[in-house]
C-alpha cells in the first residue's frame, strides 16, 4: 500500500446539492516521490489539496484517502498535521496578533506532544527557526511579527515553506507555491523544498507553471481536468503541456 | 399595565430602603444633604429596570432581587487571605475590604513627595476641606448604583496628587469581599489628579466564588490641566457576586486619561462611566475588555460628554462571550455646540465562543457642532473560520487554536495599557481565563 492513496474521491462543496468538484480522483504516493499536478483554473486542484487537509468546507460523498492505511477523512484537522500531513497554502491569510514566533512553537510542540514526543526546549527552538529561517532568506524582523500580518506575497510563500522546514512532515502539499515569487525567490523557495525531499517524505506539487519543475524536479506529472486526472506521465509531461496546453483534454472531458 | 399585580417594592429594593431609613442623621453640612438627597431619590425610584433606558439590556430590579444585610467589617486575616489580585507586582497597594480600608493590610508609609493618601472615613470625621469636591461630577441622569453609593457608603480613599507631581509607582486599591454571609458592601473614593501631575490608579475586585455578596463602588476623579491619569480596573468578583460600580471623570485643558476595565467576575456587573471633557484639547481613552461564562451578566455603559472645542476621545472594548453569557455595550458620545473639532471614535467588537451567547452593542452619538469628526461601529461574530483552519492544520488543536485567536482579539485592547506592570497582569489574567476553559 502507498504511502498515500487517494481512490475514487467525490467530493462537493458542503450544503450545496448540486455542485460536485472533484469526480472520482485517484492517485497515489509513496514515500520518496514527488508528483506534480498540473491543470487548467477551476479544475479542483486546492479543492483536493483542502479536503486532504482537512478543510469543512467540502463533503466527500465517494471514495477514501488513507496515509500509512489509516482513514485520513476520519481525522480531525489538526491529528491529520499530526501524522505528517501539511499543505502549502495557495493564499496564505494573516493572523494579526498571533506572534510568528509563538504560532511556529505552539505548532511544533502540539505535533510532538500528539506523537508522544517532549516539548522542544527555547535554545533549540530558536536555534532551528534560525537555521531555517536562514536558510530561506527571511528576515528576522519578519519572526516578530503577527504571522502573516503585512507580508509580500511572497513573503508569505517563504513562510509557508519555513513551516514545512520546521515541522517536518510526511506528506507535503504544495499548492502554488511558485505563484508571487520573483526569479531570485524561486530559487530560494525550490532549493527549501529540495532540502526536504527525501526517501521517507513524498510531495505533491501543485503548479501552473513548468518553470517551477525545473528546480523541483517531479517523478511524475498528472493532468487534473474538471475533477479528475486525466492523464499522468514522467517529467517530459510538463513540456507538452506548456507547448500544447490543456485543449485537447478539455475536449475529452467534455 | 401589570402594576397591580408587580410588588411595588422587591425585596432588594426593601432591604435596601430601610438600610436607607436606619442610616445616621448626619447632621448638617453639603455632604449630609447630598446623603440624604440621594437617599430620597432612591426611595423614590427604586432600582431600575428595562423601562429605564440607559438600564433597557440590565433589569437590576429583576437581576437583584435578593435582599443582603449591609456588610460588617471583615477581619484583617480574612481579608488578607482575599485580596490576591495584583499581588506582587511593584504597586502601592491598599486593601479596602467590605468597603472599608484596612490599615493594617496598605501600604500608607513613605508616600512619595506630592502624594496623599486618606481614607474617607478620617477625611469625613476631620472635615478635610478636599471634600469640597466629593459629590462634585453629577451625571446628566439620576443613577440609582450611584445614589445607592452616596447615601451608603461610609469609607473609601481619598487621593490627592499635587501639581505637577510625577508619581511612578501605580496606587493599587484592592476591593475584596470577606465573608460568609452574602451582604452589601459599598465604598466611595475621590481621586484629585493636580494640573501637570502623572498618577497611574488601579483598582481590583474580588471575593468569595459561591457567595452572592453585592460590591457597589464609585470612585470620583478629577483631572487637571495638563495632568494624565491612566485608570486601570480589574473586576474579578466571584461567580455569584452583583458589581456595581460608577467612574465619574472630569477632565481638564490638554489631560490625558486613559482607562482600561478588564471584567471577568460577577454574575452581573455594571459599569457606568461618565466623563465630562471641560478642558479644550484633553486626550482621553476609555478601553476595556470583558470575558464572560457560564449565565454571566456584563454591562459596560460610558457617556462621553465633550463641552469644549479640540478634545479628542476613543473607546475600544473587546468581548469575549462563552456558552450562554451575555454582555452589554452602551456607549454614548455627545458633541456639544461648543465642542468643535472634536474627535470622537468608538468601536465595540464582540467574539462569540458559545452559541447561546448574546451581544447587545448600542454605540451612539449626538451631536450638535458642525465641524467635528467622530464614528463609531460595533462588530460580533465568531472566530473566523479561516483562521481557525490554518492554525488547526498546522496541528493546533481545536482549543488551543481558539485561545490564541481569543488572545490577539484582547490584546488588541490590553495592549493599549501603557503602564507596563500592569499591561503584563492583565494579559497574564486573559490567558488564565482562557486556561480555565480547558
Ligand atoms: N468553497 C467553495 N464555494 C464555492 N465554490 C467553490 C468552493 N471551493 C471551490 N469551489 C469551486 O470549485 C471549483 C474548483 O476550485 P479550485 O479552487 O479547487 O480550483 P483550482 O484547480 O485550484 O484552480 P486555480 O488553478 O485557479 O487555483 C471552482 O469552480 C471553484 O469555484
Ligand atoms: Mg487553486
Known sequence: ?254 | MNADIRPIRTPAEQALVSALGSLPETGGGRLADLRRASARAFVENGLPHRRVEEWKYTDLRNLMREAVPLASPATVARADAGARLLNGADLRRIVVANGAVVRELSDLDGLEEGLSIATLADALASGDAVLGQLGGIVPARYDAALALNTALASDGLVITVAPGAQIERPVHVAHVFAGDIAAASFARSLVIVGAGAHFTYAESFEGPEGLAYQANVATEFVVGDEAHLDVVRLQEEGAAAIHLATLLFDVGRKAQLHTFGFSSGAAVARTSLYATLSGADSHVAFNGAVLVKDRQHVDSTLFVDHTVPGCESRELFKHVLDDNSRAVFQGKIVVRQAAQKTDGRMMSRALLLGDDAEMDNKPELEIFADDVACGHGATCGAIDEDLLFYLRARGIPLKEAQSLLVQAFVGEAIELVENDVLREALVERAEGWLRARG
Open chain 1, 1 to 254: 500500500m502507498a504511502m498515500l492513496e487517494i481512490d475514487n474521491l467525490h467530493a462537493k462543496i458542503d450544503g450545496d446539492e448540486g455542485k460536485e468538484i472533484l469526480k472520482g480522483l485517484s492517485l497515489k504516493v509513496n514515500p520518496g516521490e514527488v508528483h506534480a499536478i498540473m491543470g487548467p483554473n477551476g479544475s479542483g486542484k486546492s479543492t483536493l489539496s483542502y479536503i486532504l487537509a482537512g478543510k469543512e468546507d467540502y463533503e466527500v460523498t465517494d471514495g477514501s484517502v488513507t496515509l500509512d492505511g489509516e482513514d485520513l477523512l476520519e481525522m480531525e484537522i489538526d491529528e491529520r498535521a499530526a501524522k505528517g500531513v501539511f499543505l502549502a497554502f495557495q493564499y496564505p491569510i494573516e493572523v494579526p496578533g498571533v506572534a510568528t514566533m509563538t504560532f511556529l512553537r505552539a505548532a511544533l510542540n502540539a505535533q510532538r506532544k500528539k506523537r508522544g514526543e517532549a516539548e522542544i526546549s527555547t535554545p533549540d527552538f530558536l536555534r532551528l527557526v534560525k537555521a531555517k529561517s536562514g536558510a530561506l532568506g527571511i528576515n528576522p524582523d519578519m519572526l516578530k511579527r503577527g504571522v502573516n500580518v503585512g507580508f509580500s506575497g511572497g513573503e508569505k510563500k517563504r513562510m509557508e515553506i519555513l513551516q514545512m522546514a520546521i515541522l517536518e512532515p510526511k506528506i507535503c502539499i504544495l499548492d502554488e507555491t511558485d505563484s508571487g515569487l520573483d526569479i531570485d525567490a524561486l530559487k530560494v523557495v525550490s532549493e527549501g523544498v529540495n532540502a526536504l525531499r527525501s526517501p521517507d517524505r513524498g510531495m505533491i506539487v501543485i503548479t501552473h507553471y513548468q518553470r517551477l519543475l525545473n528546480h523541483i524536479v517531479p517523478d511524475f506529472v498528472h493532468v487534473m481536468n474538471k475533477g479528475r486526472i486525466v492523464r499522468s506521465g514522467g517529467k517530459e509531461l510538463a513540456l507538452e503541456l506548456e507547448a500544447n496546453g490543456y485543449a485537447e483534454y478539455q475536449q475529452d472531458a467534455a
